[in-house]
């Protein structure tokens, strides 16, 4: 990581993400902010606050209601040499405007011989909140993920997010930034100079030897707390978050199944043809003839987004049943379950470094 050893303190998510891109205004005129409401009081659940003001209305604006033709813009300031940050909200609503990211934006560098540069960072959030449910709840990133030409990162905290939304911007792809909205309120140690993070280095959370799980985005942090549940049983867990999942990291990776020969794999999005799937076909594909392995994925449940707290309970993944499926994954009681006061007590946890 090329972050300085320097003052660090603890901040929050959604603040890392507003001084990231507050500092490359400063440091680059050709920056620029726009998408629905970034202009307005709320500033994007606060990841806006304050660029209207300090850098004005000619680069941080709202845009009209047509994401395909607001991604235009997007593209053509990017080829012309500006760095737009594009904030479409909702990951859901990139479904309208996919011809652009994934006919033009992607493609450009390659259809023009390399001679055209496409340095545009799109923002979107993902995850449950208060019921917002089936158009408001999905984790797209594995379309993006099958497109050449696209980069896709998914910090799972504060430092993360601030070093991936930098490199990001001065990157000369296009870029899918894609943030948890609980993840928002979570807090790590972060400098308060600039720095980047390197795309396709992943992040060892956590070291042991039982079993591999990679967690992405916010799902990160909920391995975090089934690996608590897991220590009462003495199972210890070597955690990785990928932190972009292209470029993917998949070196750090099967080192660590190669030495556990287990892996599971727990994302924020339905486990078909998804990011849990290219990461353990790659592990069957480079270890599988060195001995037996065991692998599992976990994700949403093949169903639509609900918007129930009853339901979100069952369709998404939660610390009891990752510390369940990795526990069986073990040769484990397939009829334990962690006590509940211990399950309550895995939610105080949280992951602040070492960074």
Known sequence: MSSPDLQRRSLRYVDALREAVAQEMRRDPEVFVFGLDVDDHRAIQGSTQGLLEEFGADRCFTTPLSEDAMTGVAIGAAMAGMRPIHVHIRMDFLMLCMNQLVN????????????????MVVRSMI????????????????MFMHVPGLKVVAPSNAYDAKGCLIAAIRDDNPVIFMEH???????ALVPEAPF?????????????????????????MECV????????????????????LVPLDMATILASVHRTRRLLVVDNAWVSAGAGAEIVAQAAEHLGGDGPLV????????????????LEAAFYPNPTNIAQAAYRMLGGDP???P?????????QQVFKGPF
């Not at 980047?196 to 591999?212: E, H, K, N, S, Y």
């Not at 070597?238 to 932190?243: A, C, G, Q």
């Not at 006061?341 to 895995?346: D, T």
């Open 295 to 310: 692998l599992r994925r976990l994700g949403f449940a093949p169903t639509t987004c609900p918007t129930t707290p009853v």
């Open 181 to 187: 909205r609980l993840l928002y309120s979570t807090e």
């Open 196 to 220: 980047t993070v390197p795309f396709g280095q992943a992040r060892q959370m956590l070291r042991g030897d039982d079993i591999t799980i990679v967690g992405i985005s916010n799902m990160a």
């Open 335 to 337: 009829a334990w379950e």
């Open 339 to 347: 006590d509940p006061v211990q399950a309550q007590l895995a939610y």
């Open 104 to 119: 033009m934006a992607a493609k450009a560098h390659y259809m023009y011989g390399g001679s055209v540069k496409v340095p």
């Open 225 to 244: 707390r089934a690996a608590s549940l897991l220590s009462d049983l003495g199972v210890s867990v070597d955690l990785i978050d990928p932190v972009s």
């Open 127 to 142: 995850g449950k909140s208060w019921g917002q449910g089936a158009q408001h709840s999905q984790g797209l990133h594995a």
